[in-house]
């Protein structure tokens, strides 16, 4: 139920008197604003919250409909906007922490792409180290992804011989490419029978 007084002061702030709002505003906004702050640890959101709070107030002042008591009303306007102002930061940090994670994201890829291209250029640079039989043999191992034996039947020698070239080029290789022979051995994992 709402007291006389302030039934009295809110048709009055109702009616468009500043000097009635203003006496609200100074009686209730030092305690509001310590309201406040218990819930948001910071004095100038704070502010900004109960200030915010009090402009509603009069811009709504006309539709107002206050059925319990005109402090405990702007007490409550002030513990939701503090909760807004806490939801709305909750929601902040989870959007950095989702850029972050993309961001991190996206740079590791582009640098594997980075790394993969130019270990690709290395390879390419190490089969010219290769003998011609040597290569070709590597190349129709490693591009086309041929088994041994369809390579034996393709270049009409044996699968011991190209068992030999294969041993011959990956050892090269490793030679050529020995500060990438990790990242080389995995990338020929699936060669390597």
Excluded at 65 to 74: A, C, E, H, R, V
Excluded at 158 to 172: D, F, P, Q, R, W
């Amino acid at each position: 139920m709402v007291d006389l007084l302030e039934k009295q002061a809110l048709e009055t702030i109702q009616s468009g008197n500043e000097s009635a709002f203003e006496m609200i505003f100074k009686a209730y906004y030092q305690p509001l604003c310590r309201y406040a702050y218990s819930f948001l640890s910071d004095k100038e959101e704070a502010e900004e919250v109960v200030q915010s709070a009090f402009i509603t107030v009069w811009e709504k002042r006309k539709r107002i409909d206050i059925q319990t008591s005109f402090k405990s009303y702007l007490y409550r306007m002030v513990r939701n906007g503090c909760l807004n102002v806490i939801k709305h930061e909750k929601v902040k940090q989870q959007y950095v922490a989702h850029e972050l994670a993309v961001t991190e994201v996206s740079h590791e890829s582009v640098s594997q792409k980075v790394y993969a291209t130019e270990l690709e250029m290395k390879i390419t640079e190490a089969m010219k180290a290769l003998p011609e039989q040597c290569r070709l043999v590597f190349q129709l191992s490693r591009f086309e992804e041929l088994k041994y034996q369809e390579i034996a039947d393709q270049l009409n020698i044996s699968i011991k011989t190209v068992e030999n070239h294969m041993g011959k080029a990956l050892k090269i290789m490793r030679e050529q490419l020995k500060e990438y022979l990790p990242l080389f051995l995995l990338f020929m994992k699936d060669f390597i029978e």
